[in-house]
């Protein structure tokens, strides 16, 4: 009944709980385990733990509801979800398209060494606790040539693969065996870290905050990884949204969904950083903490060897259900805006973003020289553009979108199914969305020009 004026030929979730384990399998991801430990390690740790924290609270929850909403209302992809309120703003999903092709192409690369660590945990080549040795083993890797691009290579493979799987077949699926594995094998890792000796400091650089430490270089990297986290800014979440039936209690989803992102990005940041404490690492060693920290802390566990091969390959799992998303939302726009070949489409979105991310890894090795930014090359200006600049601007686009043109009135409609549900902080929701979401993110975006 409910599904009655829903466009009948479109794939649908099959469950609410399938629903919320892609949206989740979506946001959990390297964004948590790799990204959030090791941008907390350089940010001044709990600084940025505490503004992180506001950014969740004001934005966060916010434009997860509005992009559910959105793309529920008009059934279609980012793109054309917008248009379908207002022809003139098609372009700010073209924009979220953009972010989530450059997005996509780094976070191969990275997923690449994920895969890399499970034949070197296979291998035994990871049974060591020293920091010089599992240091110079991960950068030997990254600044190699052909091993990190065939590694990419498989990465984007094998995400193309579950995306021909379409949605229920493959996102879906794969999402309800691997994400409950993860978090369970993250709270073990975390109880082995914090009970190391001189585990306490780094409990402590994590979660008190030095206020002299919150600049607005640290704010932006927060705004940036809060978006990047929870996959907003760029209608991934619209995209996801779509598949939604009339049924389904938003706002509870919007709820639920950030709070298990944060709860594994907070866990991975505890299972990481009190072991960098506990062995001398340096919390701002970047890109290389996770990938030199874990190792060192399944060398000190009883089947350690054992617990580091099931632990990559669960990074491996909850990547590709972040990178099959991103994959998603422009092979969704290609094939309902031109209507292509989906099959066809993901093979050429596939290759082209293969392409794209073979400099993003060349220039941490042999291509270190080039930079696009000052003092960045190819993977730092694209995390820096997509993270810090598209999402965010997405997000304030959004805002303005949901807040003013579409209106607060008829996203809690939408939200609240027709007033069949309840929705009790709606108000609070529409004052966070017109205003609050978009002055904050203006005020950062200002403050960071000047
Ligand atoms: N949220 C993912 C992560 O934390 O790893 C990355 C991501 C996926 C960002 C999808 C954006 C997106 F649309
Ligand atoms: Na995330």
Known sequence: MANINQNQ??????????????????????GNLWKFPYMAGKNGGGAFVLVYFIILFLVGFTLMLAEIVLGRHTQLNAIGAYRKIRKNWAWVGGLGVLAGFLILSFYSVVGGWVINYIVKSLTGALNVSDAEVLGGMFGELISGTTVPIFYHGLFMLATLLIVFGGIGGGIEKSSKIMMPALFIMIIILAIRSMTLPGAVEGIKYLLVPDFSKITIGVILDALGQVFFSLSLGMGCMITYGSYLSKDTNIPQSATIIPLIDTGVALLAGLAVLPAVFAFG?????????????????????????????????????????SSISLLEVCVAYVVDEWKMNRKVTTIVLGVVIFLIGIPCSLSLGPWSDITLLPGKGFFDTFDFVSSNILLPLGGLLLCIFVGWIWGTDNAIKEATNDGNLEFKLSGAWAFLVKYVGPVAILLVFIRSLL
Request: glycine share 12%; hydrophobic share 60%; aromatic share 16%.
């Open 281 to 321: 690492f340096e919390p701002s060693a970047g890109p290389g903490l996770i990938f030199i920290t874990f190792p060192a802390v399944f060398a000190q566990m009883p089947l350690g060897s054992l617990f580091a091969v099931m632990f990559f390959v669960l990074v491996l799992f909850a990547a590709l259900s």
């Open 9 to 30: 030929d479109r794939e649908q979730w099959g469950s609410k709980i399938g629903f919320i384990l892609a949206a989740a399998g979506s946001a959990v991801g390297l």
